[in-house]
């Protein structure tokens, strides 16, 4: 089982299109402006001023996080994604001058990390909990593989495989032992493999995924080295499930710790259990997936719940007004979820992985491009955010810029590649995972899905074999020579030459109850439409929106709001609102609250924040 | 109009002398012991220690908070108010023998503070912000105050006395500009006032409290000296609003900021305004009361929404899992209801008052004496509580001691010195505030109020004067010779001699709802029988708890459990419960949840956490 890369893929979606537009013509831009330091108002990157102190160009001093080379990797990454599919000239020239500038960067034994070797030499390896080496190398390799892939240049990989080799002769059984405290180099070395078969690369994945969690417990030994210094002093009181280091990831049964380092592991896990055939590490991967998705999850895809360590809680702990639900780590469900379904091949993991891209990533970025959500928290009242420090990391409007500034990076990555997880091959059989506009041709096989609203045109030309349809959760797919089955995709048997297939996806509107044992949700309903996630914005209706009742029954409008693409619709119902008179100077009162009809309108909760600040709920109290 | 001060009022009740009595037989040399650091595994205090450096008597070196010597100055208060009540010569010895150490550890100039004297000499008044030097000093002149009181022994007075005309001379117009970070000097020097007679004492309370939020931003300025060191370094981030200084006193309408110094500083405002007969102020008291306990209040009498500050956040955010609502605020909370009464002799301020001291205050402390409660939220998970960190201010268990340790004896000397606060007298007219079984005799009149349950049998001997008995909210008085008035009090017309008077006070069991702007609490009920508020426990219920639903026309049975005073019963009643069949794997469905009945228990949230660590829930979804 297989993706067809995103390099072969065409996107031509209505909706999609226009964020990989808005990513291509006013993100990545910004971004590089962003990254050297020139735009105004804006919280300092120093991201490429670092990577010219580390090359001898400059001698500043450094300034930023610990990781924060990797806003250029991943920048870099993005626009090889759009590379792939388009030329560029003038983003490629930025990149080659980008990556002759890190070149310049790496030491002459391969290091590269521009905080260690400005800001702290000779301090090489003796941080791996907070130093983010491993995590930067990561990233460093993940842009050197996704540039080569789209432009053939090299150079880049080049860089990321002496930095590769340096930290395979560094780390491993009868060398250093170790691992990093924030995952990400175990996915991104499955992916140096791939594209070197360099088999090196996929046996130091697993020693840094399987060396996790045994024996003496690593951090708790580098702390208490002489002369050890604190990065982030709030992680001295964190323990080895932040890490995910708390037992061996084979053992581990539930979903812990900073929720992105979780989900970059976990990723890697399920990349090594389809690569070497591991049915224990599949089998953790699927306890991790189940209750990261069915105990830990916002309806929004959003995971992490606790601002402190931005991490994960326990389960059914989902707090809508102070969660964090971080922008990257919805990536990182993504990622998570599109690996399990290449290992179980279950649809169940697509209506995850649209859940998460439909609403708590994209909510990450504003309609203009410049804006950003690191925080998607599902209930905000602007008036209580500002004056309860308990809440001091909700945003009640996008951010310009932060400084950690991780999520739009990983927002305009994920928004240029998510097309190279829309299909896959399994032998004779062709899977149409999620069911946006776009094309590929690959080995004689010319496949096209072409969108108008929820009508739909498959055309495929080539040999026959048997078409995988995914049934989106929530929604309904109608059509001729479709064969429906029970574990979710609808089968057409393409007997070959060039053939049309249309079928309607239309998606219902429902709405959701949550687990009675989620304390933050007793009584309350939600509103998705397929598997997006509605709420309730202050400006269309009247605040405060905790006087709305939303009868379980609603029965829902769809209409087109100006301001909105064309393919998200608002929504309207009748609903209630308890009324405020008769409360003055009254806090708690015997007599119940007197219901009055109110049409309430709901918007997509990705689409919230965008037209000034005002209250935003997703779940509301049922009537 | 007058309170019978606590010396003169003996208490007699089947609930509230059992808790008199466990503070005394208990309490007080259980934190005697702590103060001297001789409880095993409890937090040390340090605070006799820090009293004997100061002292010369030793040369260990400080510890603990900078406003530690506060804790011994109102455990000396608390047994003053115990002794005005009934001897007890080993208590008043080891207060004589702490009053003779802290006279030892006063300076020559009259200055006492033994962080100052100790840890930081020649630094006096240069951090009022954060310096606690004037809120020791109001302690220590309560202190003193209330020991004059009992015992007519006035070394401690002097001392404080001593203390208080070196504040008076360096503060003042023409003098050092200055008000203190944490107000309570105020409401003391009030006391000093009235028990000295010395205006001087009046007059630098009113420069204190109508200095603060005039001119330049005192703090500010202080912080920006050169040489300035935080003491709580996340103070820095404070501003004027926390310290009740974002403007003039009289001008304030929200309770802002720290929630016990809010809480300090009104009172002492209304002392002011009753004593001058200041109409501005009383106004001012006014809105700050009326957003007080109609904004910001738990129906626990709870205030102070959030953790960090220990503050009042905004009007109508009250959310139960992460508030805070701090023992002390609700004793705070207290002394200002019972001022305002003095001031405006609404018995609503007693509705307030004895909301606070049956729920947030009584739930500081636990049946043993020995553990308590700073923070008193009204939800807890413990599995949630032990994993996020956003939770990580509640304790599911009462604790022994704390490092900051303002609670516990501010519990003693409310609980010694509540009966003072039940009666008052106007000219020829009684008022009798609360229905707690006491008597007093004072200036030919004697008023014994029995209490058996809710039977009352009030005798009156003296001369002809009406009787004003409150009604307490959520209750229905019934007996003879009572006349109903429309301001809630019940009056007597006691033609003199020597009369008894019968009546019955029921508390009815009501359910509440709360305003509908209050976030949390949409679509939410609680159970309050008179103004003592219900909670669920999971040692009696099955847990979760989040799975209870409340129909809002309930009926309750009340029962007696073998483990509560004969006084407190438990409730019973016939609800809900959602069932968590068929949610396995499950986080969101469109199926409505399936409710089971259930009959549920609902106790007296004060004295939930008692029996053992479970879940605990006050406002339960309506059904």
Redesign the interface.
Known sequence: MKFIPAADVKMDDPFWSKRFTLVRDVVLPYMWEILNDRVENAVKSHCIANFKIAAGQSDEAFHGPVFIDTDLYKWIEAVSYLLSAEKNVELENLCDQAIDLIACAQQADGYLDTYYTVKEPGKRWTNLMEGHELYCAGHLIEAGVAYFQATGKDQLLNVSRRFADLIAETFGEGKRRGYPGHPEIELALVRLYEVTRAEKYLALAKYFIDERGTGEYLFENECRREGHRFVFPEMMYFKADYFQAQQPVRQQTQASGHAVRAMYLYSAMADLARLTHDDELAAACERLF?DT???Q?Y?TGGVG?????E?F?????L?S??GYSETCASIGLMFFAQRMWLLNGKKGCYDIWEQALNNAVLSGMGRDGTHFFYVNPL?V?P??V?????L?HIKTQRQKWFGVACCPPNLARILTSMRGSLYALDDDRLYILSHIGSSFEQGGLYVKLMRQGNEYTLTIEGTAREIYLRLPENSTLVGDRYEKREDGYFVIHHAGGKQQYVYTLQPSI???????????L???V?VQRGLTTYCVEGIDNSE????L?LP?DAVFTEEKADWLEDDLPVLRTAAFS???KD?E?????????VYESKEITLIPYSQWGNRGEHEMRVWL??K
């Open positions: 189940d998705t069915t105990r999850m309806v719940a606790a601002k402190r360590g991490r809680t326990t389960d059914f702990d707090p007004d102070s209930e009242v008036q209580t500002q004056h309860n420090p308990t001091a429902r709405v959701l109850h949550a687990h009675p044992s989620i304390s933050a007793t009584g309350k939600c405060p929106l905790s006087t009742r379980a308890v009324s405020q409360w100077h009254t806090l708690y009162r015997s007599q119940p609250g109290t049922e």
